[in-house]
């Protein structure tokens, strides 16, 4: 038999303020944070004792030690420990691919409620011993004799006792992401005051998002921390125009800043989706519903695409599928991992020779009223711990369309690393 | 022609401590030997080894350049012998070609032939080639040509041009960025064995006329393909020439761009100047 | 937070040496735990008139097992308390049998003893004559409660004519060791729907209680208390304090709602999320709302500036007003039955240097609860106000030393409160058979020799 499918319901999310790297959560583990961030989900939603469906979740920087990191978070918590859980890891798609996840379990009607979420720390990163010293250790422990133990010692050399951080660099390339972005800004000339008016309105978007309360019911202060760390309600276009570029530094006309780029950030987040029955044998509320996603990937290494450019190939599959185009949304949520990430990708979908030859499609997906933009701000102000940006911006949009009444649209692009791109729908 | 079969890799560090006391006086022509080896299998701590230090992910299929790591010690006997006409000390590998005549697999026993060829003239000196051949089952399923130049060395009268000429579309694309350490010679000699001074420390490289360590180029070429993975023809022809040393330590980028009708261009250039570390086609056979 | 103190003055060596120094001894008071007797020895009861009221008094007595004894013989054992329906009399000769009653028994009062009477408004009276016994028991009880030792409390029950259904719940309470800090106060109880039959253990089973303030000190204590008694707790609290709160919410299993109850959307979006939720599983709604949100902006009156001022009003003033007349407003929002409680002030009562801000808002508070209650009795609702006295907090904690000390011990009970004291007398007010407690002011205080 055919299992009827059900459009899973957003009840609500939590997250922590997302703080800079080496800050005020340079103590905290990922563990800590998600364990506080599904501790105020909780107490939110009332779910103390309570078995959920699911809990699915992951991080991105993950130590060894952490290999069940949302099991053990949720047995941390307030939930009740028969809840199952498992990790999942797309990068900084993991928190929105959490949620299709636990969205599609639901839709099939294998559990009535989930939580999907995601951490990140840049700041107790997972430090490895130098390659070569773990496999001299990994020989000195099945040494038998003595003279195979000496043999295996033989081969440590200074230089193997630094340890190796982990870097924010595409494994294939060399890269880090900042430099491969520079290349798609300056392929598809992205200006860099267009990046820094893009960035001031994601501060001052975020601000009075905050000013009005929209976060009073979506974060919970953690350590000390009330807000996002990096907000800068008061910077402003002059302000940035001082930075100098920190990404394609090569090019004398690089435009890429630590002002218009994320910085490294610690935080988590989380979102309860549940079917319609199990909110409202609750009395919870139904924010919004995840009405289908899709993922692409694009060759970033040997294919000519930008390594962020994924999300612009997944959102005509996904409105195709759905009969939309892309001016069928009240808001659009398109995660900043930088400034031009989010001005490239919108210009993909207007430049008529991409749409055709890339996304074979007859025309271009159009323009969107960037008024409907990342209206409460997204991660270039906030912040980015990567896999928990996705439960950021799921919860956010989710209230921002209930807020707006029923019926409204709206459109989530993350792009990801490895070239990957995650996209869904939200209705309320 | 003589052709003598080894029983067993002979020791590299001796063949170059022999080949680096017997340098002065040489001259004449090629040997006309060829040495051999068969039954050879891999061994698979080293080959995971090889593929760890050149990028290359362990599985059955043999990267397209372990074989020459087999054949090398051959080839370096040869070199090294009082016999040969050129130096040791002092080449400089410049080009290196291959073809794959069919995937090889790791637990293929293998049947190695080496030789020496084509004494040719080039503006700075004499070059040469060595050559390999390796059978599985009787059939031959890999061979390269590895150029060599000496400096300041003359070819015989009547010797050919040396052809260093290798036609590469335009890179314009670096789509990896490797950080090469000062430790990527030292890393490279311990997998392959080749353990020529010039390649592993800035005071050993001295001695020989460099500023610095250099890279070795099989190992450029190795991380090349490497980097390829997924992607190359099952069976294909590599052509690469070494052009500019690669000092240790740089930063360089490798640009590829495929070409119409299969195969791969490709090139390894350094982040700051540009210059040219290795130029390569790959082509299907 | 202990009463370093009333240890010492309780321990062996300690209790000898305050004896001998002639210092007072403050007591361990006898405070409610869950299944704990109303009462922990023998009660008698008495009249002094026609007594309307003793045989409603000797049910709920009997009701809770307490053993009521026929009179006070000269051989018995202590007291756990001591009952006296004054209702009835005509002029100040009925007050000699308040006091023959009274001497005898109280004299057999045991630790934490009680002592409670029951009289008819003076307001009501026929006659001056009648008027005067009526107030006249009002100092005699405030007086009692200030010669009691050992942790006694003696309290006034005013009953009119027409409330004598009303009197059960507030007669337990006053019993109980929930009142263990509610000294020589004055209760006027109206006429009221009662409802029948209350769960002892979980009075609040099925409501839901908002407390705001909720996230920290007092607030927290009446969260806790409240879902103790069977409550579905919303707690309230600002953002910035959302941590503490949510695990206040989980510790209590109650649900968070971060709210800044002063932004000019509160109410309405408190109204919102009491309408979209449904907590405790029944229709939207509250039932007992707690505004206990309160901050203070100490200065001197000449050395304030508007933002204290303005501030201090802001939140624990015209908050509890917005909130409230929204609540009022929203359709089905405030359930049938609701109790409103607002946290005052002993500041509001007596004034405090320092504290004019404070004390205005605090005593608004009771203008307020006063002017409302009428309103709120036409609903079958209450609302009442609870003024804190010294009470043991983080915040009396970082007082200096001998303000702290003089603090607490002017009192009759020699020691400041607990925040649980407060919590157990709000939660009392918030039970269906308070239905008749309204538009009443109690001071949890332990009768502070100030604003008496």
Not at chain 1, 45 to 56: K, T
Not at chain 1, 63 to 74: I, S
Not at chain 2, 227 to 246: E, H, I, S
């Amino acid at each position: 038999m055919a299992p009827q499918t059900r459009k899973a319901a957003i009840v609500g999310g939590n997250r922590i303020p997302f703080a800079r790297s080496n800050s005020a959560y340079a103590q905290a583990s990922n563990q800590d944070m998600l364990t506080a961030t599904l501790d105020g989900l909780v107490a939110r939603f009332g779910l103390q004792g309570q078995q959920v469906g699911e809990v699915v979740a992951g991080a991105v920087l993950k130590h060894a030690r952490d290999f069940n990191l949302t099991r053990e978070a949720v047995l941390g918590s307030r939930l009740s420990a028969a809840t199952p859980a498992y990790d999942v890891q797309q990068a900084c798609g993991t928190g929105l691919e959490a949620a299709v996840l636990v969205a599609n379990k639901i839709a099939l009607g294998q559990i009535e409620s989930g939580i999907a979420g995601g951490v990140d720390t840049t700041s107790d990163a997972p430090l490895a011993i130098h390659d070569e010293m773990r496999r001299v250790l990994i020989a000195l422990s099945s040494a038998r004799t003595l003279r195979q133990r000496l043999e295996a010692l033989a081969g440590v050399r200074p230089g193997m006792f630094v340890p190796e951080a982990p870097r924010n660099a595409e494994p294939r390339t060399g890269l880090a992401m900042g430099d491969h972005q520079a290349i798609t800004a300056r392929e598809w000339g992205i200006s860099r005051e267009a990046q820094d008016e893009l960035t001031v309105r994601s501060h001052h978007n975020l601000a009075a998002a905050y000013e009005r309360g929209f976060f009073d019911d979506l974060v919970t202060p953690y350590l000390g921390l009330t807000r996002d760390e990096n907000l800068r309600p008061d910077t402003s276009v002059e302000k940035l125009a001082k930075l100098e570029p920190v990404f394609g530094t090569g090019d004398p006309d690089a435009t890429m800043t630590a002002g218009n780029s994320t910085p490294l950030s610690d935080g988590a987040s989380a979102v309860l989706l549940a079917s319609d029955a199990w909110a409202a044998e609750r009395g919870l509320p139904v924010l919004a519903h995840l009405v289908d996603a899709q993922t692409a990937a694009v060759d970033h290494v040997h294919g000519g695409e930008g390594l962020l450019m994924a999300p612009a190939y997944a959102v005509p599959v996904l409105l195709a599928r759905n009969g939309l185009t892309l001016q069928d949304f009240d808001f659009y949520e398109v995660h900043e991992a930088f400034a031009s990430t989010v001005l490239a990708t919108l210009k993909a979908w207007e430049d008529p020779a991409f749409c055709k030859e890339r996304l074979g499609l007859d025309a271009p997906l159009g323009a969107i009223d960037r008024s409907r933009l990342n209206v409460n701000g997204s991660s270039l102000a906030a912040g980015h711990p990567f896999a928990a940006t996705g439960g950021r911006i799921v919860a956010s949009l989710a209230k921002q369309l209930h807020e707006a009444g029923p019926g409204r649209r709206g459109l989530i692009s993350i792009c990801a690393a490895g070239g990957q791109g995650v996209v869904a729908i939200l209705e309320s | 022609m003589a052709r003598t079969v080894l029983q067993t890799a002979p020791s590299m560090p001796a063949l170059f401590a022999r080949a680096a006391v017997t340098a002065r006086g040489r001259g004449g022509d090629l040997p006309d030997t060829r040495l051999a080896r068969t039954g050879v299998r891999v061994e698979a701590a080293a080959l995971a080894a090889y593929d760890r230090v050149c990028g290359f992910s362990l599985a059955d299929p043999l990267p397209p350049t372990y074989p020459h790591v087999l054949a090398f010690p051959l080839q370096l006997a040869l070199m090294s012998d009082r016999s040969f006409p050129l130096a040791l000390p002092g080449l400089v590998h410049v080009r290196n070609r291959i073809d794959l005549l069919r995937p090889v697999r790791a637990d293929e026993a293998l049947d190695l032939e080496v030789w020496a060829e084509r004494l040719a003239r080039h503006p700075r000196g004499a070059t040469v080639d060595l050559c390999a051949s390796v059978s599985a089952g009787g059939a031959e399923v890999w061979r390269s040509r590895s150029t060599y130049l000496a400096r300041g060395a003359k070819a015989p009268e009547g010797a050919p041009e040396s052809d260093l000429s290798l036609p590469v579309g335009e890179l314009p694309r670096p789509v990896a960025t490797w950080r090469v350490p000062d430790s990527a010679g030292r890393r490279y000699a311990r997998v392959s064995g080749d353990v020529n001074p010039i390649h592993l420390s800035g005071l050993t490289a001295k001695a020989f006329g460099f500023k610095r360590a250099i890279a070795h180029g099989m190992w450029v070429e190795a991380r090349a393909l490497g980097a390829l993975t997924g992607r190359l023809p099952d069976a294909m022809a590599v052509d690469v020439v070494f052009r500019k040393p690669l000092l240790l330590p740089s930063t360089v980028t490798l640009a590829t761009a495929p070409v119409v009708g299969g195969g791969w261009d490709l090139a390894v250039r350094n982040l700051q100047s540009g210059a040219e570390h290795l130029l390569g086609t790959v082509r299907p056979l | 937070m202990g009463d370093w103190y009333r240890d010492l003055a309780n321990s062996g060596v300690g209790s000898t040496l305050v004896g001998q120094l002639g210092l007072p001894r403050p007591a361990v008071l006898r405070r409610y735990e869950p299944g704990a007797p109303l009462l922990t020895g023998p009660a008698v009861v008495g009249t002094a008139g026609a007594g309307r009221l003793r045989e409603t008094l000797t049910r709920v007595l009997e009701d809770a097992g307490v053993t009521v004894l026929p009179g006070v013989d000269d051989d018995g054992g202590r007291l756990a308390a001591v009952l006296l329906d004054a209702t009835g009399g005509t002029g100040p000769a009925d007050l000699a049998a308040a006091y023959e009653f009274l001497a005898p028994a109280v004299r057999r009062l045991g630790p934490s003893g009680r002592v409670l009477v029951l009289a008819d408004p003076p307001s009501d009276a026929d006659s001056p004559a009648q008027a005067a016994a009526r107030q006249a028991l009002e100092g005699l009880v405030r007086s009692v409660a200030k010669e009691l030792r050992n942790g006694g409390t003696a309290n006034l029950l005013v009953v009119p004519a027409d409330a004598g259904a009303s009197v059960p719940g507030p007669v337990r309470f006053f019993l109980s060791g929930r009142s263990a800090y509610v000294d020589g106060q004055v209760v006027r109880l109206t006429a009221a729907d009662v409802p029948a039959g209350e769960d002892a253990e979980r009075p609040l089973a099925g409501k839901v209680a908002v407390v705001t303030g909720a996230a920290r000190g007092i607030g927290a204590s009446i969260a806790r208390v409240v879902a103790r008694d069977g409550a579905h707790v919303v707690a309230v609290d600002v953002p910035a304090a959302g941590d503490k709160l949510a695990e206040v919410a989980n510790e209590i299993g109650g649900t968070a709602f971060q709210l800044d109850v002063t932004a000019p959307d509160a109410a309405q979006r408190l109204v919102a999320h009491l309408r979209e939720r449904r907590h405790a599983g029944v229709g939207p709604g509250v039932d007992v709302v707690v505004h206990n949100a309160g901050i203070t902006r100490d200065k001197l009156l000449v050395n304030m500036d508007a933002a204290r001022w303005n501030s201090v009003m802001a939140v624990n003033l015209q908050a509890q007003l917005d909130l409230t007349q929204a609540l009022l407003d929203a359709d089905g929002v405030l359930r049938p039955g609701a109790r409103v409680v607002c946290v005052s002030s002993q500041s509001g009562i007596a004034g405090n240097r320092g504290q004019t801000n404070y004390a205005a808002s605090k005593a608004g508070v009771i203008g307020m609860v006063r002017a409302w209650a009428p309103a709120f009795a036409e609903r079958g609702a209450t609302i009442n106000a609870v003024a804190p006295g010294f009470i043991v907090t983080e915040m009396t904690a970082k007082m200096p030393f001998g303000t702290r000390e003089i603090g607490s011990r002017i009192n009759s009970l020699q020691q400041g409160g607990l925040p649980v004291d407060v919590a157990e007398t709000i939660a009392w007010l918030s039970r269906p058979s308070a239905a008749g407690v309204n538009g009443q002011v109690v001071r949890v205080c332990g009768q502070s020799f100030l604003g008496a």
